[in-house]
Structures are given as C-alpha cells and as structure tokens.
C-alpha cells in the first residue's frame, strides 16, 4: 500500500490530506505538524475576529481525520529527508518510509537583527500561542509598538485600537503597504488608521530593541526613544526551507517547484508560502506568495499531482486584508503595469486596473466597506486569467459592468 507523507500540518498540508482522500486515494496519509494542536486557520490570528473567541479555528476535527484515515502526528518536528531512501525522520525518533511526500512547511516570522523575539515584551506573530499572547497585551492604557506596515502590523493596529489600546505603527519605507499595494489604497488604508488615532511614522529605521525595566524601548533613527508595554515585529517571512536544503533540494527564494508543484527530488513536491514556482500567465515568472487561498488552492492541486494528474499552475493570485470595515482586495501582480486607471463604485469604494504597455490587464487592487469591490475584484481576476485587454475607456466607467468586459 502507498504511503504519502505531508510535512507541514498548516492550511495547506491539510487541505492536501483531506484532498487526497477526495480525490479517491487509498494509501495511507501521515500529516506531520510541529504545532502540538490540530491544523487551525491562520488568517483569523491578526484580524478583528480573534476578538470574539480565543479559540483556534480549526480546519477539521480530530474526528475527521480519524475518519478520513489520516494520520495526524502533533508536536513532531520532521529533522532529516533521505531522498535516495526515500525516509523522513522525526523528533519523536520515528522513521517514515514514503511513496511520496509533500513538503508545506509554510514560512516563519522574520526577526528583527540583535532583537530578542518572543521574549515578555517582544513579539512576532505566526502562531495562535504568539496570537493570544498578543490579544493579552492589548488592553485600554496600554502602548503597542508595531515595526512594519504591512498586511500583518496594519490589521494587528486596527484590532488594537478597537481594544483600546495606544498604538504606534514604524516602517522603514517611505509608506506603508509598499510591497504590492497601490499608493492610492496605501493612502487611504493610513488615514483611516490616522483617524482611528493610530500614529504612523514611515521613512524611520530602528536602531535598536531592547527590553528595559518591565518594558519594551525602542530606539529610532531619528534619535528618539519610543516606551512600549509590547512591540510587535511584523517585517515579512522568510519561507520554512531548513529541510528541504538538508535534503539538497533546489532553493530560489523558496523551495524551488516547476509548474506541477515537483520539486527537483523526485517524488517530493511542496506547496504553499514555503516554495517558489514558475506562473504561466506572466511568462514563467517564479514567484513566491504568502496568501491563504494559495495555500488552498495549492494543496489541492499538489494533491492532484501526488496521484498522477500532472495539472499545471493556473490560478491567478489573490490577497485579502480587513481592517476596521474595510476590506482591501488584490487579483494579479502589477509588476510590469504601465497604465494605472481608476474606476469609483460608491460608498467610498473604488478599484484600480494595472495594464502593461500592450493595454492587458496584469492586476487590479480594490477597497471600500465590507464586500463593496469583492465581486468586481472577481471579474477583473477572471480577465486576468483570460489575459484580456479590455477597453481602458470601459475600465473607468463605472455604469459598464465588467461582465460585459468578460463576455467580449
């Protein structure tokens, strides 16, 4: 009988199992996490909705593993593969022979260089234990330092000042949300925050964060000393690939995969934040993403792969950020986009269309309350996928609806 192996019980690595039973497989599974609680969704951890339960959400029972026949080995850390015998060994000293294996190791909170992390007053977040030992720390009177304005230090900002704490957001760069985001959205997400009384300072480095009589001291570049009761360091990650190099796996930026999720050992793949892969609808790019849907999607089709489906990588990217009730949607990368238009929809909503020199939509970035851009950010992901070239004058338009775009 086989034995599939899946190191990496997060989002992804789940979905795979569970995908593989879906699929028809009848081999054995062995999940392995080095979590000691079962696989959880990790979006929740920095948004609003930590604040009405404590508890993980869980991706599945314990019972539906047992139903499903996976095997699910908690609080176990996978330290060596032996590719050639096709062998992975564990911190529990157990040894998995495997048919094939999937590696979804995910990606690790980068630290801050001379930083104590995780220490009383300083965090990262990655995990629901780093996620409850931040909720703690936000209470009313208290101040919260976050170093980084990205997706993570930005919904971390705006779940603390809903609990009242004091909260000061440093980036480096000269905005926030730099990587990926338009100005213009990156604009209105800082003075949304700016009104919520979060203070905002970009364009300042870090000199140094030390601990300090109970508290947390963080020194600028400026000179100036900033006094918190926590800070967190929410700078980006840094894809989990200290296994897969053991084992002489291909490394570039991630855990290096070709279209079908392979990696260049034969019989293991991997998917999700921790590996880089080749995207066909711009031109073979590799590129590495950290989103919950790719992960999903990738465990699916990783799964697909393992039994013999040789299915290609097609799906577009797609982000997602709520802070406060704004809800920040992207579909594509604009990296290459010449043309930048801009189409309102109302209740202070409005979408962005990224075309490159040949009028072809790359990517499109919405925002606005609640769904108020999900559904146009869905069609503008379908002509991205369709690698359209809609008429700019229609993409502004807000009475021509991009469905109509579509079916042309």
Request: net charge negative; hydrophobic share 45%; proline share 4%.
């Given at each position: 009988?086989?034995?599939?192996?899946?190191?990496?019980?997060?989002?992804?690595?789940?979905?795979?199992?569970?995908?593989?039973?879906?699929?028809?497989?009848?081999?054995?599974?062995?999940?392995?996490?080095?979590?000691?609680?079962?696989?959880?969704?990790?979006?929740?951890?920095?948004?609003?909705?930590?604040?009405?339960?404590?508890?993980?959400?869980?991706?599945?029972?314990?019972?539906?593993?047992?139903?499903?026949?996976?095997?699910?080995?908690?609080?176990?850390?996978?330290?060596?593969?032996?590719?050639?015998?096709?062998?992975?060994?564990?911190?529990?000293?157990?040894?998995?022979?495997?048919?094939?294996?999937?590696?979804?190791?995910?990606?690790?909170?980068?630290?801050?260089?001379?930083?104590?992390?995780?220490?009383?007053?300083?965090?990262?977040?990655?995990?629901?234990?780093?996620?409850?030992?931040?909720?703690?720390?936000?209470?009313?009177?208290?101040?919260?330092?976050?170093?980084?304005?990205?997706?993570?230090?930005?919904?971390?900002?705006?779940?603390?000042?809903?609990?009242?704490?004091?909260?000061?957001?440093?980036?480096?760069?000269?905005?926030?949300?730099?990587?990926g985001v338009p100005e213009d959205?990156?604009?209105?997400?800082?003075?949304?925050?700016?009104?919520?009384?979060?203070?905002?300072?970009?364009?300042?480095?870090?000199?140094?964060?030390?601990?300090?009589?109970?508290?947390?001291?963080?020194?600028?570049?400026?000179?100036?000393?900033?006094?918190?009761?926590?800070?967190?360091?929410?700078?980006?990650?840094?894809?989990?690939?200290?296994?897969?190099?053991?084992?002489?796996?291909?490394?570039?930026?991630?855990?290096?995969?070709?279209?079908?999720?392979?990696?260049?050992?034969?019989?293991?793949?991997?998917?999700?934040?921790?590996?880089?892969?080749?995207?066909?609808?711009?031109?073979?790019?590799?590129?590495?993403?950290?989103?919950?849907?790719?992960?999903?999607?990738?465990?699916?089709?990783?799964?697909?792969?393992?039994?013999?489906?040789?299915?290609?990588?097609?799906?577009?990217?797609?982000?997602?950020?709520?802070?406060?009730?704004?809800?920040?949607?992207?579909?594509?990368?604009?990296?290459?986009?010449?043309?930048?238009?801009?189409?309102?929809?109302?209740?202070?909503?409005?979408?962005?269309?990224?075309?490159?020199?040949?009028?072809?939509?790359?990517?499109?970035?919405?925002?606005?309350?609640?769904?108020?851009?999900?559904?146009?950010?869905r069609l503008a992901e379908m002509?991205?996928?369709?690698?359209?070239?809609?008429?700019?004058?229609?993409?502004?338009?807000?009475?021509?609806?991009?469905?109509?775009?579509?079916?042309?």
């Open positions: 009988m086989s034995h599939f192996v899946i190191v990496g019980a997060g989002e992804c690595g789940a979905r795979a199992a569970f995908a593989l039973r879906e699929k028809g497989f009848d081999g054995e599974i062995t999940l392995v996490g080095s979590e000691a609680i079962a696989p959880y969704e990790r979006p929740p951890l920095s948004k609003a909705s930590v604040l009405e339960t404590l508890d993980p959400k869980f991706i599945a029972s314990l019972e539906k593993y047992a139903e499903s026949g996976i095997r699910l080995l908690s609080d176990v850390t996978a330290q060596d593969v032996d590719p050639v015998a096709k062998t992975v060994t564990c911190s529990d000293g157990s040894r998995l022979a495997y048919d094939k294996m999937l590696l979804a190791t995910g990606a690790i909170a980068r630290p801050l260089p001379g930083a104590a992390m995780n220490s009383a007053h300083i965090r990262s977040l990655r995990t629901h234990a780093d996620a409850m030992a931040l909720r703690k720390a936000m209470l009313p009177g208290k101040h919260i330092a976050i170093i980084g304005g990205g997706f993570i230090g930005l919904e971390l900002a705006a779940m603390a000042r809903m609990l009242c704490a004091d909260v000061t957001v440093i980036e480096g760069l000269e905005r926030v949300l730099k990587r959205i990156a604009h209105v997400i800082t003075q949304r925050h700016r009104a919520e009384g979060v203070d905002v300072r970009c364009g300042i480095a870090i000199s140094a964060l030390t601990e300090e009589g109970g508290k947390a001291i963080v020194r600028l570049s400026t000179g100036e000393t900033i006094e918190a009761d926590l800070v967190l360091v929410g700078i980006g990650a840094i894809p989990s690939t200290e296994l897969a190099m053991r084992a002489g796996l291909t490394i570039e930026n991630g855990i290096a995969v070709n279209e079908y999720l392979m990696t260049s050992a034969p019989d293991i793949y991997a998917a999700g934040d921790c590996c880089s892969f080749p995207l066909a609808i711009y031109g073979g790019r590799r590129v590495r993403l950290e989103s919950w849907r790719n992960a999903q999607e990738q465990g699916t089709l990783a799964a697909a792969n393992m039994m013999g489906v040789d299915e290609a990588i097609s799906a577009v990217p797609w982000f997602w950020s709520d802070q406060y009730d704004m809800t920040l949607q992207i579909a594509g990368l604009s990296e290459g986009a010449v043309t930048h238009l801009r189409r309102d929809l109302g209740e202070s909503a409005f979408m962005l269309f990224h075309l490159d020199e040949a009028g072809r939509l790359l990517a499109a970035s919405g925002i606005g309350p609640g769904n108020a851009v999900a559904r146009d950010i002509l991205i996928a369709a690698r359209a070239h809609p008429d700019p004058a229609a993409l502004v338009a807000s009475n021509i609806k991009l469905k109509s775009l579509l079916a042309a």
